[in-house]
């Protein structure tokens, strides 16, 4: 397995960095840094979608790959005048997951400051609510100091952004631990793609995407502007493989393989993924023997949503990376799907070929 430590120490460095929503530019640094050696053209556009793209040997047909880059967090929205700080979320935090965690404040001067999330002592609490989980106005960010003045000192202004403050630690074998995996495990992926593709036969699109986890805006606008005829998203998916989950409910398994999407989410706010893209993907899997799984969700989605009705539509699939523990700061996913997924993903970026473009994209009935 010598991919093990090339991978984590790309996990490592991307899952680290903080990047959540509209503020990914220390995440964006990292990824120019590794995808422009693999790409024949590299550019950041107006939101901060990093694009860049592998040239084909016919230049009739594009393919679109997307992770993108952002994860949770919040923005610093008030502080008190002990120098206490509330916080609002960006994008889908879990209340539950938030008491006592560590988190890194990334003030507007560059600065990184700690804090911890607290709550009132459970001795002063009533009985009530100590059976029920804070709610996000309950709680508050300690950075260590006493007023309002102390925290400005620091550099803390309204506005600046926190994330989850954890390493990226290896586990038993293949698999880690650490936060924002959604989705700097897709961008990992996607990177890892990049590097393994060669003598694509149509132009490919490698793009790490901004502001996914607050309404999917950087597929739109990057999709708009590449105009694919075909596109994947990489991102995680449930792995529910978990003690108190039936096992009719293990949606995704860690450690089998990346998940080829049938569908996601409820009604207009999912996914039903292109059957055409959906029976490459298993063929292309099967063909390089690469382990994968069948996913159909209830909830949740992902950039090839939005990506899928771009212009006048455009044929879209998602690869899902199975991770524990979603949206918290203790994601546990397996190195192997990793791996897994950037070789489908390659497989589908080189055995894409216009004439298969052109039949996806509509039939000329007369």
């Known amino acids: 397995m010598e991919w093990r430590d090339e991978l984590y120490g790309l996990l490592k460095r991307l899952a680290e960095a903080p990047g959540p929503s509209g503020r990914e530019d220390s995440v964006r640094s990292i990824v120019i840094e590794l995808l422009e050696k693999h790409v024949d053209k590299l550019w950041i556009d107006t939101w901060g979608n990093v694009i860049g793209v592998k ?14 880059m952002d994860e949770i967090g919040f923005f610093i929205s008030h502080i008190e005048d002990d120098g206490f700080l509330r916080v609002i979320p960006i994008g889908g935090v879990v209340e539950r997951s938030l008491l006592y965690q560590r988190v890194v404040i990334r003030a507007r001067n560059g600065g990184l400051i700690r804090g911890v999330v607290g709550l009132k002592p459970p001795h002063v609490a009533k009985p009530e609510e100590l059976q029920k989980v804070p709610e996000l106005r309950e709680l508050f960010v300690d950075i260590g100091v006493s007023s309002r003045e102390e925290a400005e000192k620091l550099g803390v202004r309204v506005g600046d952004i926190a994330v989850f403050d954890r390493d990226v630690v290896e586990l038993a074998g293949t698999r880690v631990a650490g936060k924002a995996f959604d989705d700097r495990v897709g961008v990992v992926a996607l990177i890892k793609a990049a590097e393994m593709t060669s003598n694509p036969r149509v132009d490919v699109y490698f793009v790490a995407t901004v502001q996914e986890e607050v ?17 994947l998203a990489v991102d995680v998916t449930i792995a529910s493989d978990v003690p108190g989950v039936a096992k009719s409910e293990w949606y995704t398994r860690l450690g089998k393989g990346p998940a080829i999407k049938v569908a996601d989410g409820r009604g207009a706010s999912g996914l039903i993924a292109h059957p055409k893209i959906f ?41 899902s990376i199975p991770s524990r523990y979603i949206h918290s700061p203790v994601e546990v996913v397996d190195l192997s799907d990793i791996y897994n997924t950037a070789r489908l993903l390659k497989a589908f970026a080189e055995e894409v070929t216009p004439e298969w473009l052109r039949e996806v994209k509509g039939t000329i009935v007369k």
């Open 279 to 319: 029976d490459l993907l298993v063929s292309l899997a099967e063909k390089h023997n690469i382990p994968y799984q069948v996913e159909v969700i209830p909830g949740g989605t992902t950039d090839a949503s939005i990506i899928a009705l771009n212009k006048e539509g455009v044929p879209a699939g998602t690869i």
């Open 55 to 68: 040239r084909g040997s016919s230049s009739e047909g594009r393919a679109m790959i997307a992770a993108h």
């Open 215 to 231: 309404g999917l805006k950087g597929a739109r606008t990057s999709a708009f502007a590449i105009s694919p005829d075909a596109a």
